[in-house]
């Protein structure tokens, strides 16, 4: 699931020194890694459905 999309990342994180978990869309579904590790972050690759799923156990 590669995708040249920016990273995004949640605007709650700015509090705690800027890391957080960044999202971006790619294809089928979206891409999750861990912002304190950038680039050497391993990428999750999950569904829509499961990413809809991480965001209301989050919040």
Known sequence: MSTSRPWRKSSRSQGNGGNCVEARP??????????????????????VGDFESLLRAAR
């Open 26 to 47: 790619g294809a089928g579904g979206f891409q999750v890694r861990d912002s304190k590790l950038g680039d050497d972050s391993p990428i999750l690759g999950l569904a």
